[in-house]
């Protein structure tokens, strides 16, 4: 069964920076949208960002200009490179999957595949 794995999460200070990756486990993922979502403690699950298999973007107002997702689809790879992280960015950060690019459904939160989160802590 198709995989995602996230890591790279970890407790940082306010203004500093993380990168989360995502391992896919089947190359057919690189021509899957990608994208990864998060959850703060109490709250729902939210969009963060979102990349097409040949890397088209798009991202959530609250962290655009600040996160930038990318991939690689040699090594099935997708990252979220975070910069100037805030305390409101404290959330498990999920990795996602799905055939179809259409920012509609995936704003919903309606992918295939998910991965198991990873925390990214982020202190005042």
């Known amino acids: 069964q198709a995989q995602l794995v996230e890591s790279g999460g970890g407790l940082v200070q306010a203004g500093g920076s993380l990168r989360l990756s995502c391992a896919a486990s089947?190359?057919?993922?690189?021509?899957?949208?990608m994208a990864w979502f998060r959850q703060a403690p109490g709250k729902e699950r939210e969009f963060v960002a979102v990349?097409?298999?040949?890397?088209?973007?798009y991202y959530a107002d609250s962290v655009k200009g600040r996160f930038t997702i990318s991939r690689d689809n040699v090594l099935n790879r997708v990252y979220l490179q975070m910069n100037s992280l805030k305390p409101e960015d404290t959330a498990v950060y999920y990795c996602?999957?799905?055939?179809?690019?259409?920012?509609?459904?995936?704003?919903?939160?309606?992918?295939?595949?998910w991965g198991q989160g990873t925390l990214v802590t982020v202190s005042s």
């Open positions: 990349i097409s298999w040949n890397g088209a973007t």
């Open positions: 089947e190359r057919t993922f690189g021509r899957y949208a």
């Open positions: 996602a999957a799905d055939r179809s690019y259409s920012i509609a459904t995936i704003l919903q939160g309606l992918l295939e595949h």
